[in-house]
């Protein structure tokens, strides 16, 4: 009964023991990663910026494995400002695609603004505007709207909403912004988004 006993407690302190060693593997390569996208942010806003960045809320990317192999996006914060950061990496020796979205903050608040005043005209809400993840750093107008998307959600009660709606989308495709609205009919429960739809679509759907 004793070999038996000490056997059983030598099994649960080796898998306690390679549980743990597992979890500790984890965190060093969390840490290791997020080390790793600091560097590429110095590197990449040398000429931009004076100072440190700080990465942390480091997440899954996907559904890979953590850290056999993927996309890892977290957050990073220079200066008070907050913004996302992503890697593909294996979490050990390879480091491949960076992108981040501080740019936004260097050159995109203007462009942002603008964005922020043509939406005010009309009955939009759970707003959300974010400039995406890019590889490069943007200052070019045209490449800061490519890159800007607003999400958000609006109700149609009558014909003078469906207007007001299809409007707007113009109006941003006109601008160039990106958009993921989504539009919900409050007589019939139908909605659509209008990612990759234009106004003729959103009109249609609902006449």
């Known amino acids: 009964m004793k070999k038996i006993l000490g056997c059983l407690f030598l099994a ?15 965190e060093e390569r969390k840490d290791l990663v997020m080390e790793k996208m600091e560097d590429r942010l110095a590197e990449k806003y040398e000429d931009e910026v004076d100072g440190d960045f700080s990465v942390y809320d480091i997440e899954k990317g996907g559904n890979q494995a953590w850290f056999n192999y993927g996309f890892y996006p977290a957050k ?5 400002d907050e913004f996302k950061v992503s890697m593909k990496t294996d979490g050990r020796k390879r480091f491949d695609t960076f992108e981040d979205n501080y740019y936004g903050i260097l050159y995109g608040e203007d462009v942002k603004e603008e ?9 939009l809400y759970d707003v959300e505007i974010e400039y995406l993840l890019s590889e490069d750093i943007l200052t070019d107008e045209d490449d800061l709207k490519e890159h ?3 999400y958000a959600d609006f109700d149609v009660y009558d014909e003078d909403d469906l207007d007001a709606i299809c409007e707007l989308i113009d109006e941003l495709d006109e601008e160039g912004y990106q958009r993921w609205i989504k539009v919900h ?18 009109r249609d759907f609902f006449e």
């Open 185 to 202: 009919d409050q007589d019939t429960g139908k909605h659509i988004s209008t990612r990759n739809r234009d106004s003729d679509d959103v």
């Open 148 to 150: 800007l998307i607003i």
């Open 12 to 26: 649960f302190t080796l898998t306690l023991s390679a549980c743990m060693s597992a979890e500790e593997t984890i």
């Open 76 to 80: 990073a914060e220079y200066d008070g």
């Open 115 to 123: 964005l922020e005043d043509l939406l005010s005209y009309y009955s």
